[in-house]
């Protein structure tokens, strides 16, 4: 089992504001902690050449797949 430690960074609110880019450990997976109340705040539509894996802890999220 592989543990990797975050940077631990935050937002001037507090709120979680890290990645972990699983190239960089030979793996097609990274994780992204986005973390609002805002609507319509977060990433800008994009794409990736691989799978995403999205995990809501708590409230709403709008994804567009395809």
Not at 11 to 38: C, H, K, P, V
Not at 46 to 58: D, K, L, V
Request: aromatic share 6%; glycine share 14%.
């Amino acid at each position: 089992m592989h543990i990797t430690e975050t940077s631990g960074r935050t937002r001037t609110d507090q709120r979680i504001l890290d990645n972990i880019e699983g190239a960089a450990y030979g793996t097609g997976i990274s994780i992204i902690f986005e973390d609002t109340d805002t609507v319509g705040a977060g990433p800008r539509l994009h794409q990736h050449p691989y799978a995403e894996t999205f995990i809501i802890r708590s409230g709403k999220a709008e994804l567009t797949g395809g």
